[in-house]
């Protein structure tokens, strides 16, 4: 990691903690966030990033993605257990054994209480908005699609302008809930900001406990990943984050449930009609 140790003589007392750190442990950092880093080598989030630039890069994602370039394969950038020239069988088999085992840590580590929480706001709320940025705009798309199906009035976004607005202009009672695996999008944690001035009830789902996201919403929701954070487009993680948006619809459903199974039949017998 030439990148890192051209400019070791250089660097502050503090920022040596970092670098001894990183080198020592590079294949684990890939994984971990700021805050993450900064309390494992006991210095702040500010010093990362100082050191994160005295190396020359941008800030703390470009630091993880030039650290993952010099010690990963390039295909691991496609997905993190493929090789080069897989075929069919072990492809499929990869796949989707990497995304059952997103599955399968989420179930051991999501806090039940958490969740159970979440779902007694979200059955009373009066609106709710859904926001993700990226890969994770699918997920927001299709919590909308789940809860407009059960009746909750409920607005999604994809667009960072409008999601602010729209945070701005929102009441106590109603939720904001943001889906970031990263948890660290700027225009995430400004739209959380946001919102929770209001006195709007703010959620999260993200893929790292230690996050932005995380310590600006009232209520998160950690699901368990192993993809690095300088992939673009995280696969397994976006599984498990989809499973805990089946979760929380289910149990807002059960808690409204004469009035859910009265919008179901009523949309169902509204689609009969388009079906042969």
Same mark, same amino acid.
């Given at each position: 990691? @030439?990148?890192?140790?051209?400019?070791?003589?250089?660097?502050?007392?503090?920022?040596?903690?970092?670098?001894?750190?990183?080198?020592?442990?590079?294949?684990?950092?890939?994984?971990?966030? $700021?805050?993450?880093?900064?309390?494992?080598?006991? $210095?702040?989030?500010?010093?990362?990033?100082?050191?994160?630039?005295?190396?020359?890069?941008?800030?703390?994602?470009?630091?993880?993605?030039?650290?993952?370039?010099?010690?990963?394969?390039? $295909?691991?950038?496609?997905? =993190?257990?493929?090789?080069?020239?897989?075929?069919?069988?072990?492809?499929?088999?990869?796949?989707? =054994?990497?995304?059952?085992?997103?599955?399968?840590?989420?179930?051991?580590?999501?806090?039940?209480?958490?969740?159970?929480?979440?779902?007694?706001?979200?059955?009373?709320?009066?609106?709710?908005?859904?926001?993700?940025?990226?890969?994770?705009?699918?997920? /927001?798309?299709?919590?909308?699609?789940?809860?407009? &199906?059960?009746?909750?009035?409920?607005?999604?976004?994809?667009? /960072?302008?409008?999601?602010?607005?729209?945070?701005?202009?929102?009441?106590?009672?109603?939720?904001?809930?943001?889906?970031?695996?990263?948890?660290?999008?700027?225009?995430?944690?400004?739209?959380?900001?946001?919102?929770?001035?209001?006195?709007?009830?703010?959620?999260?789902?993200?893929?790292?406990?230690?996050?932005?996201?995380? @310590?600006?919403?009232?209520?998160?929701?950690?699901?368990?990943?192993? =993809?690095?954070?300088?992939?673009?487009?995280?696969? /397994?993680?976006?599984?498990?984050?989809?499973? $805990?948006?089946?979760?929380?619809?289910?149990?807002?459903?059960?808690? &409204?449930?004469?009035?859910?199974? =009265?919008?179901?039949?009523?949309?169902? @017998?509204?689609?009969?009609?388009? @079906?042969?």
């Amino acid at each position: 990691m @030439k990148f890192i140790t051209d400019h070791y003589s250089n660097f502050r007392k503090s920022e040596v903690k970092v670098a001894d750190f990183v080198l020592q442990n590079a294949d684990a950092v890939i994984h971990y966030t $700021v805050s993450e880093l900064a309390d494992l080598t006991a $210095v702040s989030e500010p010093t990362v990033i100082r050191f994160c630039r005295a190396i020359g890069c941008k800030g703390y994602q470009d630091f993880k993605i030039r650290l993952a370039q010099s010690i990963v394969p390039a $295909v691991r950038g496609i997905h =993190e257990t493929v090789n080069e020239g897989e075929e069919a069988p072990e492809l499929v088999r990869k796949v989707f =054994e990497a995304n059952s085992e997103a599955i399968r840590q989420t179930l051991g580590t999501l806090d039940f209480e958490t969740v159970r929480r979440a779902v007694q706001e979200l059955a009373v709320a009066r609106k709710i908005i859904f926001f993700g940025l990226g890969g994770s705009a699918v997920v /927001a798309m299709d919590a909308y699609h789940k809860f407009f &199906r059960i009746g909750i009035p409920c607005h999604w976004f994809n667009d /960072a302008h409008m999601a602010l607005m729209t945070a701005s202009m929102m009441q106590p009672g109603e939720v904001f809930m943001a889906i970031s695996h990263s948890g660290s999008s700027r225009d995430v944690v400004e739209a959380l900001e946001v919102a929770a001035a209001t006195g709007a009830t703010t959620m999260a789902i993200v893929s790292h406990s230690k996050s932005p996201v995380s @310590k600006i919403a009232s209520r998160t929701l950690c699901v368990a990943s192993s =993809e690095t954070g300088y992939r673009f487009e995280p696969m /397994a993680s976006r599984i498990a984050h989809l499973s $805990v948006i089946d979760v929380l619809s289910v149990g807002v459903s059960l808690n &409204r449930e004469q009035a859910v199974v =009265e919008n179901l039949t009523r949309a169902r @017998k509204a689609l009969a009609r388009k @079906k042969y």
